[in-house]
């Protein structure tokens, strides 16, 4: 018999029977093995609620199944097929990432980007795509959720999370939510790259109207900006996207205002990542986990070579180096914005590729509380340097992805809450929010909670041991023999 390799060409029907037929063969998921937490008012405990139904809360709520853990609820404040960024704010044509990094696979060949991609369109079609379009990206999300049937609850915000006794209490809103509060043991925020914070707003455009600029992160009308003079702050990916888009739309000029002197051009991280760097960075002491971030900070990702020629292709589109921002104001319906260099730049718009800022205080869900939080400059003091403000504002999150306290004994619940998202990366690295390593992430992350667990519950785990008495053997499977 010939065994065939892949199921190119042969449809998602025939690729959907082998993910079940993978998963039973390792017999997943399991049987859930956690007690359940019984209380005297009768409200249900869920064991875990994951906030995010994007690919991190996804691949997070199939390492949980895998283990057992059963009990669990996903939240996600978009409709079905708009979680996460890829239909919302992120503009780029194609991802960054190969097309041939595993993602949330976790493990299984039927679950890659690949055996989807080459189920519905074969071998040729595969070989000839270059970069995944996002578009494409976000289908392929589509059908992980259905084909593994995880029970994402569209439109349902989580507004606050607060402590209950030992559970922590979420507050709910939004059509989907069927209920007002749910409690729940532990929380995974899989809030992705603004999980722990919020868009970085510059100080400069306080004085401005909010009709003639918008951050990346926005819903931004491109329609509108036919015929306009558009300035773009930054020259990161996502602010050649946005100018992209602008371009695409008939904007009449994109001018990018960039402090650095010159565009980055390598992407360091792409230098040393590697099984052993996966696995090896969270490991190290505190003085090597900086050093490695901060030269990635000072040193910047620049944007991908595709989405720069998306740009550069139009003869309207000028990138000022060294221009910073003095000062910005409006002068009827202009915006005038005054670079460091002493120079004026009007536009009739103005678009903040400025990213995205870790401070756990700007998290509603977190208010009241954040500021309990250990954060990096809490326990870590780099030499001059090294300085750096933005980094020592990350979480200081332990190996299960769990906050911490900043002093011991004021909010011991935090260990309850694991910041599965971009905000744990100078803790643990690039397993948390990046395709190349979530599946290790969300690995150990499973495998953390679920040790988390039995400790917590080895008492009734002790119980369930002595009373087991199903008999492997029924007493007549020998004869007892007299000695000679």
């Keep these: 018999m010939t065994l065939i390799p892949s199921l190119a060409g042969a449809g998602l029907e025939a690729l959907n029977a082998r993910v079940k037929h993978d998963l039973a063969c390792l017999n997943l998921p399991p049987a859930n093995w956690i007690p359940p937490l019984e209380r005297e008012d009768g409200r249900h405990v869920y064991d875990v609620v994951i906030v995010g139904g994007g690919q991190c809360g996804l691949v997070a709520a199939?390492?949980?199944?895998?283990?057992?853990?059963?009990?669990?609820?996903?939240?996600?404040?978009?409709?079905?097929?708009?979680?996460?960024?890829?239909?919302?704010y992120a503009r780029m044509e194609t991802l960054r990432s190969p097309k041939t990094l595993p993602g949330p696979s976790y493990g299984f060949a039927s679950l890659t980007f690949r055996a989807w991609y080459e189920a519905q369109f074969g071998t040729e079609a595969w070989e000839i795509l270059d970069k995944i379009p996002r578009p494409t990206w976000m289908e392929y999300l589509c059908w992980y959720r259905e084909v593994l049937n995880?029970?994402?609850?569209?439109?349902v915000k989580v507004e606050h999370v607060k402590p209950e006794g030992e559970l922590l209490?979420?507050?709910?809103?939004?059509?989907?939510?069927?209920?007002?509060?749910?409690?729940?043991?532990?929380?995974?925020?899989?809030?992705?790259?603004?999980?722990?914070?919020?868009?970085?707003?510059?100080?400069?455009?306080?004085?401005?109207?909010?009709?003639?600029?918008?951050?990346?992160?926005?819903?931004?009308?491109?329609?509108?900006?036919?015929?306009?003079r558009v300035v773009v702050v930054g020259v990161g990916a996502s602010a050649i996207d946005n100018a992209a888009e602008?371009?695409?739309?008939?904007?009449?000029?994109?001018?990018?205002?960039?402090?650095?002197?010159?565009?980055?051009?390598?992407?360091?991280?792409?230098?040393?990542?590697?099984?052993?760097?996966?696995?090896?960075?969270?490991?190290?002491?505190?003085?090597?986990?900086?050093?490695?971030?901060?030269?990635?900070f000072i040193t910047q990702t620049p944007p991908p070579r595709g989405s720069t020629l998306r740009v550069s292709r139009h003869e309207n589109a000028y990138f000022h180096f060294g221009c910073g921002i003095e000062n910005i104001r409006?002068?009827?319906?202009?915006?005038?914005?005054?670079?460091?260099?002493?120079?004026?730049?009007?536009?009739?718009?103005l678009i903040l590729g400025t990213g995205f800022e870790v401070d756990p205080l700007a998290r509603t869900e977190l208010a009241g509380y954040a500021d309990r939080i250990l954060l990096?400059?809490?326990?870590?003091?780099?030499?001059?340097?090294?300085?750096?403000?933005?980094?020592?504002?990350?979480?200081?999150?332990?190996?299960?992805?769990?906050?911490?306290?900043?002093?011991?004994?004021?909010?011991p619940w935090l260990r309850n809450i694991h910041c599965f998202n971009y905000g744990a990366s100078i803790s643990l690295g690039k397993v948390s929010g990046d395709i190349p390593g979530i599946s290790e992430g969300a690995s150990w992350l499973a495998g953390a909670i679920a040790a988390g667990f039995y400790r917590e519950d080895i008492e009734r785990h002790w119980q369930l041991l002595e009373h087991y008495d199903s008999p492997e053997l029924l007493g007549d499977e020998w004869e007892p023999s007299p000695l000679p």
């Excluded at 409006?330 to 718009?349: H, L, M």
């Design 330 to 349: 409006v002068e009827g319906s202009e915006v005038v914005i005054t670079t460091q260099q002493g120079k004026q730049v009007r536009c009739d718009f």
């Design 169 to 228: 209490s979420l507050e709910l809103s939004g059509p989907g939510a069927t209920a007002e509060r749910v409690l729940t043991r532990k929380l995974i925020m899989a809030t992705g790259r603004e999980g722990t914070g919020a868009p970085k707003i510059p100080d400069f455009v306080a004085g401005l109207p909010a009709s003639s600029w918008a951050h990346t992160a926005d819903d931004i009308d491109f329609t509108a900006l036919k015929g306009k």
């Design 376 to 411: 990096w400059r809490d326990r870590y003091q780099p030499p001059t340097e090294l300085q750096h403000e933005e980094l020592g504002n990350f979480p200081y999150v332990d190996r299960d992805f769990a906050f911490q306290e900043r002093e011991p004994g004021a909010a």
């Design 150 to 155: 995880l029970p994402v609850e569209n439109s």
């Design 62 to 88: 199939f390492a949980l199944l895998s283990g057992g853990i059963a009990n669990i609820r996903i939240f996600d404040r978009n409709p079905a097929g708009k979680e996460g960024p890829w239909m919302n």
């Design 246 to 296: 602008a371009l695409e739309h008939g904007a009449s000029e994109v001018r990018f205002l960039i402090r650095r002197q010159q565009m980055p051009t390598i992407n360091k991280m792409m230098g040393i990542g590697s099984y052993g760097f996966t696995h090896g960075y969270a490991t190290l002491p505190d003085e090597w986990r900086w050093r490695i971030m901060h030269y990635s």
